[in-house]
């Protein structure tokens, strides 16, 4: 794999694949010859940031709720390990507020406020670590108003012929 000069105790070695197991051994070399092969050593490399998800879509039907669907772009050495989602009201500050795990690609927020805009994210995360954001998604929250009850319904005929009324409200 490589050649140190003396008294260095370290090498880096480069090309590896991603989380890929890989294993070494030492032997020193002077002017009386090679030494015998140290033991062996094993070590993983880290795996790929998760990719980011792709086409987040976000709806609200209710008041009370926040739909949000993505596609999952992560996969070999980059697939994530949970998805992280992410909420802000002001387009820029983003915290946390579920996970989901590996391949989820559909969440529903039942923690939001009626009548309020929110800005959704999701992110993958694994053991090389966090992966960039997907796209930034921004709904509002339906605000409904109940209607108040109908009240002094009348029932009139109103000399239209047999079988027919009408309802005045």
């Known amino acids: 794999v490589g050649f140190v000069g003396p008294n260095i105790t370290t090498l880096n070695i480069t090309g590896l694949n991603a989380y890929a197991d890989t294993f070494v051994k030492v032997i020193a070399l002077n002017a009386g010859g090679y030494s015998n092969p140290s033991n062996i050593v094993g070590f993983r490399t880290l795996r790929e940031l998760p990719r980011p998800p792709k086409n987040l879509s976000v709806s609200s039907f209710c008041a009370n709720s926040v739909n949000m669907y993505w596609n999952d772009d992560s996969y070999g050495s980059g697939e994530e390990d949970t998805f992280i989602i992410e909420r802000s009201t002001d387009g820029s500050n983003f915290s946390q507020i579920d996970t989901r795990g590996r391949n989820t690609t559909l969440f529903t927020d039942n923690t939001v406020a009626d009548g309020v805009t929110y800005w959704y994210r999701v992110r993958g995360?694994?053991?090389?670590?966090?992966?960039?954001?997907?796209?930034?998604?921004?709904?509002?929250?339906?605000?409904?108003?109940v209607p108040l009850s109908p009240y002094n319904v009348k029932a009139f005929t109103n000399g239209y012929p047999q079988g027919e009324s009408s309802i005045t409200l």
């Open 125 to 145: 995360i694994n053991n090389a670590g966090l992966g960039v954001p997907s796209n930034a998604m921004v709904v509002t929250t339906k605000s409904y108003v």
